[in-house]
């Protein structure tokens, strides 16, 4: 494998993890509109969890930017 291909997989993996970061995002949006309102204990674990996820993607995300030079 080329280092060509290397780099077209990372930014096809980074493409992958900025559009999930995005819909966890929304999702997580939703719920804090919700939780507004609506606040309760099963909506708030829900919204830690995706805060969690969302932190990883983050961190996945800028760990491939760097392999990038990004």
């Not at 999930?20 to 995002?25: C, G």
């Not at 929304?26 to 099963?42: M, Q």
């Not at 932190?55 to 760097?66: F, V």
Request: a negative charge; hydrophobic letters at 35%.
């Amino acid at each position: 494998m080329s280092v060509t291909d290397d780099t077209a997989e990372l930014r096809d993996r980074l493409n992958q993890l900025m559009n999930e970061e995005r819909e966890v995002s929304a999702l997580r949006s939703k719920l804090h509109e919700r939780l507004a309102s609506f606040g309760n204990p099963v909506g708030e674990e829900q919204e830690r969890e995706l805060s969690a996820k969302r932190r990883e993607l983050h961190a996945e995300i800028d760990r491939i930017r760097g392999l990038l030079g990004e």
